[in-house]
């Protein structure tokens, strides 16, 4: 991981922060009031969570491949909150209130995520398959996440059937790489001649897009699913 160039981990923690921005701004909307306690509370969280993740990097503790894989873990616990509080009647109607237009114009990150991507496989810290050039093609979903929130659910116009099918293709295209992503990784994938694992996420920043930033992405995709399906005034969206 020491050939990578210096700008492809700033660019991906410029992402991180990015996307904390875009979390912070949307519960402090859909939670008003109470000098922004809630969002204060979950952005707290978010930022022990990466630090936690990341201070298991500097130890090889995801490198350590004997017994469980651990990345699948910390990949699931992110996973299973949000299933939890999608479940959860309290805190489904702070996700209701989410602004709707925020949670769309935060896919705008997958871009440079794709370009992050692309610059790793360059320097062989995971494979071109992963990348836009291969069978990764979510790059779809951040070039044309403006146009979802500005003409789908923005104040311009809206198409709730037209962002619900948006919606339903970008989870798709994550699907995708997500699958693609878990197929190279070292637990069942072994190289052969020029092949290369998909190592990357498991060294700091990287293992924040698989634990922090991907999670994040699949929250936003089913809160703004949510809401296009049960809330009943198209107006509010």
């Known amino acids: 991981m020491e050939d990578i160039p210096s700008y492809v981990s700033a660019t991906f923690i410029a992402i991180v922060i990015a996307v ?4 912070y701004y949307a519960v402090s909307v859909a939670a008003p009031g109470k000098k922004n306690i809630t969002s204060s509370v979950v952005i707290t969280l978010l930022i022990g969570w990466i630090f936690f993740v990341s201070a298991q990097t500097f130890n090889g503790f995801f490198t350590n491949l004997s017994g469980v894989p651990r990345l699948p873990i910390f990949v699931a616990i992110p996973t299973l909150t949000i299933i939890l509080l999608l479940i959860w009647p309290r805190t489904r109607a702070v996700l209701m209130n989410m602004p709707i237009t925020t949670l769309h114009y935060m896919h705008i990150i997958r871009v440079p995520v794709e370009m992050v991507l692309w610059w790793l496989a ?3 810290a995971i494979p071109f398959d992963m990348t836009f050039e291969g069978s990764n093609f979510d790059i779809i979903s951040g070039i044309s996440a403006p146009f979802a929130a500005v003409f789908m659910v923005g104040t311009r116009s809206k198409s709730r059937i037209g962002a619900i099918i948006w919606n339903l293709i970008a989870l798709g295209l994550l699907v995708n ?19 290369v694992a998909n190592l990357g996420v498991f060294y700091f920043p990287y293992v924040l897009l698989p634990t922090f ?12 699913l949510y809401q296009l399906i049960f809330k009943k005034d198209q107006s509010q969206f």
């Open 122 to 124: 360059v320097s062989r």
């Open 213 to 224: 930033v991907v999670p994040v992405v699949l929250f936003s995709h089913l809160v703004s």
């Open 177 to 195: 790489i997500v699958g693609t992503a878990i197929s190279y990784l070292p637990y069942f994938f072994t190289p052969t001649g020029g092949e």
């Open 20 to 23: 904390l921005g875009f979390i």
